[in-house]
């Protein structure tokens, strides 16, 4: 063992010990803090019947805005065609405002006092989304499908900012309204009226 004084403390030091200290602490195992579903009572303001709703409704909107998130990003890489580079550029941005929205819509499930959804196989479970094949498919065809994934999540976001609106829960209508149900409009406006009448792509 290397001892060394440290000469803030006047204390003899371990660097067995130091370096044991530093080492990250990986493959621990512990029960869960909080168990999905359950909500921890946050001093907000709102009833807990309000809170519970609100949770079970935003994670359903995690779900299907990841699903449209990762749809988008399958076109991405999968682009083909003579607007290959515009769609290409056009389905990245479009993926990470998705993100955005994700992160937000889990942010405020938290806030809640509730869980958020997070991985690949609760959102496969969850969502509402049809799943599209693993191939390429033709940009008109990817349209279509990100068309009907936005009209999926509108009418859902619309529905939850009504119920929300009703029981109070002011943050979560405006999360809906003025993120959620604004940005899809505005991806779907950008899709129908730029790029609805790309080409077929023949094999």
């Known amino acids: 063992m290397i001892y060394k004084e440290d000469p803030m403390t006047k204390m003899t030091l371990d660097a067995d010990v130091?370096?044991?200290r530093a080492t990250p602490l990986a493959h621990q195992q512990a029960h869960?803090?909080?168990p999905f579903g359950h909500l921890v009572r946050m001093p907000i303001a709102l009833s807990e019947i309000t809170c519970t709703e609100s949770v079970e409704n935003l994670n359903q909107l995690v779900a299907d805005t990841i699903a449209l998130r990762d749809l988008y990003k399958k076109h991405h890489w999968q682009a083909a065609g003579p607007t290959f580079y515009q769609l290409h550029l056009l389905f990245d941005k479009h993926a990470d405002e998705q993100t955005e929205l994700v992160d937000a819509i889990a942010e405020r499930i938290q806030l809640l006092g509730g869980v958020s959804i997070a991985?690949?196989?609760d959102v496969a479970e969850r969502t509402l989304i049809p799943r599209p094949p693993k191939?390429?498919?033709a940009a008109p065809i990817q349209i279509?499908?990100?068309?009907?994934?936005h009209e999926i999540v509108l009418k859902e976001a619309r529905a939850m900012a009504g119920r929300a609106a009703e029981g109070g829960d002011d943050g979560t209508n405006d999360?809906?309204?003025s993120d959620v149900i604004r940005r899809n409009e505005l991806?779907?406006?950008f899709l129908a009226e730029h790029v609805v009448d790309a080409p077929?792509?023949?094999a």
Do not use: D, F, K, N
């Not at 279509?144 to 994934?149: E, M, T």
């Open 18 to 20: 130091i370096m044991a």
């Open 119 to 121: 991985m690949a196989h």
């Open 187 to 189: 991806q779907v406006w």
């Open 144 to 149: 279509s499908r990100l068309l009907h994934a």
């Open 135 to 137: 191939g390429r498919e």
């Open 200 to 202: 077929v792509v023949r």
């Open 175 to 177: 999360l809906l309204v």
């Open 32 to 34: 869960e803090i909080q």
